[in-house]
């Protein structure tokens, strides 16, 4: 054994690093300010008991069982479900309820709970009537997860006609999975709806905000676009509950409550309660887009439901309807006040345009129905919108029948952007990063629209976001990067997940009720995006792109902003891996070196809630002696390594 380690060592001594050529002076692609960007889908309660900040569940009454979330203390016949659906098709349930003196008392159970912050104030509000003679209060509680009360507030809501009434509520004490209890107390009945609570502090602190800590992950990456509403849920399991833009912005309460596509998609994670509330609606997208600096990137239904549900087709002599929604988005995003869609964007408060530069046209779509449907919108579109570009579907897989069909006929129709989906093992990712090296340089560009390494064999959904995966995106990005002639926009899939209330792994980011982390992989992604530079230059190794050799992949980029070269090396093996940058016109860098380091002694590391950051970049620098740069590429490790002119 000791024989064994002293060879080894000797091995290690003796070893000739790699030598990597980097030319800062050749500028070959441009890399597109919208190359790393964010895919938000309401998926995993992403949205509704995730990033939307509003903490009671079914707060109008809509899921199939209309009291789901709720129970009741007293008596409960008290409390009746009235139908409205005739004069309110939008929001067609709400609760009369028979006051007592004793009291009858609806408690709300939240999202797998309520995250209630200690010194923070919470905003109650409802929609409220109670007719002449009534003498109706609501005593309003604020509990902990033993039932303890931690905040109390009081209503009168004296109103003969529906009206709004809000108080706010201080939490004296933390809770991560506390609930909200109304005790309907006096003589009389009432009529209640849209019983909401809100965190004070939202992004913003905007009324039907959205929830701060989460958002702020997203501004940290400083993504280059947000694609929105999502994937699947675009296109609904039946058309009937594919996702309507127009019916997702205006008042909350006139926003129509529908069950989420993924309530019941897989039986190993059934999720009965959950719903689209739509309270994250699309101006609510568009100015979070808006708030992060990320171009905003819609996607619309095409007029086909999902494949692998329903299937379900619109005719084409019926799209039309279909195809004037893309429209009106167009006009409600870039309109005046000349504009019908316009001026309603600016009744909604927001004057400025969003600048729509780009949206889709269906989601992993396929199919000679796909091809025809697009034509219609693809037609309508560039008549009156010419410089809008289109994203288009080039199915579910990177490969295959279904992905060479369509590849082939949008390439022929002169499509703006190909929207290419990857969910394999991470040795696929390593693999394919020469992918997009023979891609043709005039076709379309390519939007790496949904992708994530899987690692097989891995059972627990907390601990698939491991570092291999992670080192494999990161590999596999250096060939995004390398082509970005070709390749101008990437995102993973999904974004959030919730411990507690998932129905996908591996997610970008977790989180419950209070607390939240960024896997591995989103910290690959934060790197990327914020180190992407505005050029890509020749990295090479014996006189070919670095991407596998070793274990090594890697490329450079300079930005022409700041003055500074940027070098991605990965190092996917168990072997450290050193290695001499020989960097045309070194002399003209300082002389010291800035590297961001991603790396752990086990490929199968992860980060949790208990240790947020046990995976995490860390900051350092090295001395450039002589003609080159000698860095060391740990085992398992992802290094962003900065120059800068001096």
């Given amino acids: 054994m000791a024989l064994g380690a002293m060879c080894l060592s000797t091995a290690a001594f003796t070893q000739t690093n790699a030598v990597y050529t980097i030319d800062p002076t050749q500028l070959k692609a441009t890399v597109q300010p919208t190359m790393y960007g964010v895919f938000f889908e309401d998926i995993n309660m992403g949205a509704d008991g995730g990033l939307y900040a509003e903490l009671v569940k079914n707060r109008s009454f809509e899921f199939d069982r209309n009291l789901m979330g709720w129970t009741i203390t007293g008596d409960s016949t008290a409390v009746k479900v009235i139908d409205r659906k005739a004069e309110r098709p939008d929001n067609p349930h709400y609760i009369n309820v028979a006051a007592s003196a004793q009291g009858i008392t609806l408690q709300n159970e939240g999202y797998r709970g309520m995250g209630i912050r200690k010194g923070e104030g919470y905003y109650f509000s409802i929609i409220a009537r109670q007719p002449a003679g009534s003498n109706v209060k609501l005593q309003l509680q604020l509990r902990d997860e033993n039932g303890k009360v931690i905040g109390t507030a009081?209503?009168?809501?004296?109103?003969?006609?529906?009206?709004?009434?809000?108080?706010?509520?201080?939490?004296?004490?933390?809770?991560?999975?506390?609930?909200?209890?109304?005790?309907?107390?006096?003589?009389?009945?009432?009529?209640?709806?849209?019983?909401?609570?809100?965190?004070?502090?939202?992004?913003?602190?905007?009324?039907?905000?959205?929830?701060?800590?989460?958002?702020?992950?997203?501004?940290?990456?400083?993504?280059?676009?947000?694609?929105?509403?999502?994937?699947?849920?675009?296109?609904?399991?039946?058309?009937?509950?594919?996702?309507?833009?127009?019916?997702?912005?205006?008042?909350?309460?006139?926003?129509?409550?529908?069950?989420?596509?993924?309530?019941?998609?897989?039986?190993?994670?059934?999720?009965?309660?959950?719903?689209?509330?739509?309270?994250?609606?699309?101006?609510?997208?568009?100015?979070?887009?808006?708030?992060?600096?990320?171009?905003?990137?819609?996607?619309?239904?095409?007029?086909?439901?999902?494949?692998?549900?329903?299937?379900?087709?619109?005719?084409?002599?019926?799209?039309?309807?279909?195809?004037?929604?893309?429209?009106?988005?167009?006009?409600?995003?870039?309109?005046?006040?000349?504009?019908?869609?316009?001026?309603?964007?600016?009744?909604?408060?927001?004057?400025?345009?969003?600048?729509?530069?780009?949206?889709?046209?269906?989601?992993?779509?396929?199919?000679?129905?796909?091809?025809?449907?697009?034509?219609?919108?693809?037609?309508?579109?560039?008549?009156?919108?010419?410089?809008?570009?289109?994203?288009?579907?080039?199915?579910?897989?990177p490969d295959g029948a279904r992905f060479d069909t369509l590849n082939t006929a949008f390439r022929k129709l002169h499509a703006d952007i190909l929207d290419e989906h990857y969910y394999r093992p991470p040795q696929w990712f390593r693999d394919n990063a020469r992918r997009y090296d023979s891609y043709d340089r005039n076709g379309p560009k390519i939007f790496a629209g949904e992708y994530a390494a899987h690692v097989p064999g891995v059972d627990d959904a907390l601990k698939k976001n491991n570092l291999e995966a992670a080192l494999a995106e990161a590999a596999f990005m250096t060939g995004l990067e390398r082509n970005a002639d070709v390749v101008n926009m990437a995102s993973y899939a999904p974004l959030f997940a919730h411990v507690d209330a998932w129905q996908w792994a591996p997610d970008l980011i977790w989180f419950d009720n209070l607390k939240h982390y960024g896997t591995p992989n989103y910290y690959v992604q934060k790197l990327y995006s914020l180190n992407k530079g505005t050029n890509v230059v020749p990295m090479l190794l014996n006189g070919q792109p670095i991407a596998g050799q070793a274990g090594i992949y890697a490329n450079a980029a300079i930005n022409s902003k700041t003055g500074e070269l940027l070098i991605k090396l990965v190092n996917v093996s168990g072997n450290n891996q050193n290695a001499d940058l020989n960097i045309k016109d070194l002399a003209k860098y300082q002389q010291t070196a800035r590297i961001t380091t991603l790396k752990s002694a086990k490929p199968d590391a992860v980060n949790s809630l208990a240790e947020p950051q046990f995976v995490s970049p860390i900051d350092s620098q090295v001395s450039i002696l002589g003609a080159k740069l000698t860095i060391a590429a740990e085992p398992y490790s992802f290094k962003v390594i900065k120059l800068k002119l001096k």
């Fill in 154 to 397: 009081s209503l009168q809501p004296k109103s003969a006609v529906w009206k709004k009434f809000k108080v706010s509520i201080p939490a004296s004490a933390q809770a991560a999975k506390g609930s909200l209890a109304v005790t309907v107390q006096g003589k009389g009945t009432i009529d209640l709806d849209m019983i909401s609570l809100f965190p004070q502090r939202t992004w913003k602190n905007r009324e039907n905000g959205l929830r701060a800590d989460l958002v702020q992950m997203l501004a940290d990456m400083k993504p280059g676009f947000i694609r929105f509403p999502g994937g699947c849920i675009v296109e609904g399991r039946y058309l009937v509950n594919r996702y309507q833009w127009k019916k997702t912005i205006g008042d909350v309460d006139k926003r129509e409550t529908i069950i989420n596509r993924w309530n019941t998609e897989f039986k190993h994670r059934s999720t009965p309660d959950y719903f689209q509330s739509f309270g994250l609606g699309f101006m609510e997208y568009f100015m979070l887009a808006e708030d992060i600096g990320a171009e905003p990137l819609p996607i619309l239904n095409c007029g086909m439901a999902c494949q692998f549900n329903s299937g379900e087709l619109v005719p084409v002599d019926q799209i039309d309807p279909y195809v004037q929604d893309a429209l009106d988005l167009i006009e409600f995003a870039n309109g005046d006040a000349s504009t019908k869609w316009g001026k309603l964007r600016i009744s909604l408060g927001h004057p400025a345009k969003f600048n729509l530069k780009m949206l889709g046209v269906g989601n992993e779509n396929w199919g000679p129905n796909y091809v025809e449907r697009w034509t219609l919108f693809r037609d309508a579109i560039k008549k009156k919108y010419p410089q809008v570009k289109i994203v288009t579907s080039t199915g579910t897989d």
